[in-house]
């Protein structure tokens, strides 16, 4: 992809750079379109699209919160206050914020950068402080922290801080289980407090409710919100059901609820799929989805090539995957959680396996010890470190602090030798030592091995995991090295792309391509890279390595609509409509509640002649971002008239 263009006649020259000259004009604007908002008029004179605008946020469709449920149902609101679930997002309090905000704790350093983090408690609340090192001075920003993702919950736990009406996410997080502060993957050429916008999915799976701002990505209500995941999101907005047993109080019957119970399978599972899935492309408005729906008729779910490149929780998918869900017709996730408890081994642990199964089932159980028979979750659904939410400490990358349950059942005998060394470290004897030994070297061995593979496969982040567990078992200098060189790698993948997005919004165009031809040449299948790539050649006139780079990008990934999109766009430009509408089809295929997806298709479809389809998809656009002006221009001009057709 990155062999130079062959010498050509002087006539061929001057058309290709006529042609050039259109597609780097056309890749300006289209990468306008790919990084900015469309902006409102500004006139004098409210105009009728001003007007609609004015109106374009989101009431609340009957959210109550957890309290209106106390009435009735005191127990059992109680009980579930003490989950995850309930403390999936909570404000900060004194008294509940982890030890890392006192003086002697509160500091996080990034050498490199000459940058540096001080999380402290003031009058203001507790604070997020980012002081960069720069020629002209310190500069330091101090963002107050209004929610706390994974409070309370041991693992690890995330910042978020309002600017405006816009929420964000601040870079560094308390992680829990190794007592320290860590960050996450933030721009390194950012500035201010370093933060990244607040994604509409983070917030519906953290919440219950947050007034969002309809085609905005990280606009929200201030004071319009209930937090965690609480009694509504499994049954259903509450304003109907309080208000008619408020006046109906001796009615036993459940009005206006969703009961879980009586769900069938697929429905139930769907409730816990709404987070645990790789459920990320809306199909409509945030927070639409009610229990009892089909998800996806909300929601597109992604299928990553591999795990490492899962949503943060994927358990749904892996559970469908096992022998004993596909062999039951009623297990669900409840078979094993129950949502209103915290997790126990009567909840969620080995005893739920005994529902089903009895110990004959199990052919090793008369081959290991007395004490570890009944640990079947130990050997079926082993726990271990998710890649994919990954941090970086004072000293290491790319760590992931928390250990998430396999949720495909099944039979892993690298799980089962892990139980039996345990076992066999906490007695005394030379047999115990001797099987302690084989067994470490056993399961370093297959880490080891596993770690070459994902090497040789490009999944570095995977690779880097798999040598940090041969670590565990045993501790090899080559193995360390190993690990150096992997961190290195994705270091520089990871800087690499950086700063080709930021040459890209600079107009450094070979800059970036250059940026981005080296993160291929260390992951030829980043498929980011690959679009981006291909970008970038459009801009500076390189039409066929753009669309050769492009198309890479989207066999790659076929769940990313950036591709088909840039391949459409360029069509369009030059002038080949139907090949433009058929590559905004496969975006739309994947990303189907996306403002300027419709669009497209609707300037393809006007210059096709095909109006009607056109004004469709022109008023479907507008539909999803009020702020759309583009297209409701389009759609005055298709109708003949300065009115707005209003949406159905």
Not at 391 to 398: P, Q, S
Not at 598 to 611: C, E, P, V
């Amino acid at each position: 992809m990155s062999r130079p263009p062959a010498a050509w006649p002087a006539r061929r020259k001057l058309i290709c750079v006529f042609v050039g000259l259109v597609v780097i004009g056309g890749a300006f604007a289209s990468l306008n379109w790919y990084s900015r908002k469309t902006q409102p008029l500004r006139t004098g004179v409210k105009t009728p699209v001003e007007k609609s605008i004015a109106v374009s946020h989101p009431s609340n469709p009957g959210y109550l919160g957890p309290q209106s449920c106390v009435k009735c149902h005191a127990d059992r609101v109680a009980e579930f206050q003490a989950t995850r679930h309930f403390l999936a997002n909570q404000t900060p309090k004194s008294g509940n914020m982890p030890g890392g905000f006192s003086p002697e704790k509160g500091t996080y350093r990034v050498p490199e950068l000459s940058l540096r983090f001080e999380m402290s408690e003031s009058k203001r609340g507790f604070l997020e402080t980012a002081i960069h090192q720069t020629d002209a001075g310190n500069r330091s920003t101090s963002s107050a922290i209004a929610f706390c993702y994974g409070s309370e919950g041991g693992n690890d736990e995330v910042y978020f801080a309002w600017h405006e009406d816009r929420l964000y996410e601040l870079p560094v997080a308390w992680l829990a289980p190794s007592n320290e502060w860590g960050s996450s993957l933030f721009d390194r050429h950012g500035s201010g407090d370093f933060s990244r916008d607040m994604t509409i999915r983070c917030v519906e799976c953290h919440n219950t409710w947050f007034q969002h701002f309809a085609g905005t990505r990280n606009r929200y209500g201030h004071d319009n919100f209930i937090l965690g995941v609480t009694c509504e999101v499994c049954h259903g907005p509450g304003h109907e059901h309080v208000t008619f047993h408020s006046k109906n109080p001796q009615s036993k019957d459940a009005h206006a609820v969703a009961r879980p119970a009586q769900m069938t399978r697929e429905r139930r599972m769907d409730l816990c799929a709404q987070c645990h899935s790789n459920a990320l492309k809306h199909r409509g408005p945030a927070f639409s989805y009610r229990p009892g729906q089909p998800l996806d008729e909300s929601y597109v779910t992604l299928k990553p090539k591999h795990p490492e490149e899962d949503h943060v929780a994927n358990q749904t998918t892996y559970l469908r995957q096992s022998r004993c869900f596909q062999q039951s017709d009623s297990l669900t996730c409840v078979t094993c959680h129950n949502p209103h408890q915290t997790r126990s081994e009567t909840n969620a642990g080995s005893a739920s396996c005994a529902k089903c199964h009895s110990n004959e089932d199990c052919t090793d159980r008369n081959q290991i010890p007395a004490e570890v028979q009944n640990n079947c979750v130990g050997c079926h659904m082993p726990e271990g470190r998710k890649i994919q939410v990954f941090f970086r400490t004072e000293t290491d990358k790319y760590v992931a602090p928390v250990k998430r349950f396999e949720h495909r059942i099944a039979v892993y005998p690298d799980a089962r030798n892990e139980v039996l060394l345990e076992w066999h470290r906490s007695q005394s004897g030379p047999e115990s030592d001797e099987e302690v030994a084989r067994l470490s070297k056993l399961l370093g061995e297959n880490w080891r091995k596993e770690s070459q593979r994902l090497q040789s496969e490009s999944r570095y982040l995977a690779a880097i995991n798999a040598c940090r567990e041969s670590l565990r078992f045993e501790p090899d200098p080559k193995t360390k090295e190993k690990l150096e060189q992997l961190l290195k790698i994705q270091t520089g993948i990871d800087t690499d792309l950086q700063d080709g997005l930021w040459y890209e919004r600079n107009r450094r165009y070979e800059q970036a391509i250059e940026a981005f031809q080296r993160v291929l040449a260390a992951k030829p299948d980043h498929v980011m890279a690959l679009g981006k790539l291909g970008t970038n050649y459009a801009v500076v006139g390189k039409k066929e390595l753009a669309v050769e780079s492009l198309k890479a990008a989207a066999v790659t990934d076929p769940d990313d609509p950036y591709a088909p999109g840039m391949l459409g766009w360029l069509a369009y430009l030059e002038g080949r409509s139907e090949e433009a509408l058929q590559y905004f089809q496969q975006a739309d295929a994947v990303e189907p509640y996306s403002a300027k997806i419709h669009y497209q298709m609707g300037l393809a479809l006007s210059k096709l002649g095909r109006r009607d389809e056109a004004i469709t998809q022109f008023t479907k656009a507008f539909e999803i971002d009020p702020n759309d002006v583009n297209s409701i221009r389009e759609q005055q001009r298709l109708l003949g008239t300065g009115s707005i057709k209003e949406p159905k």
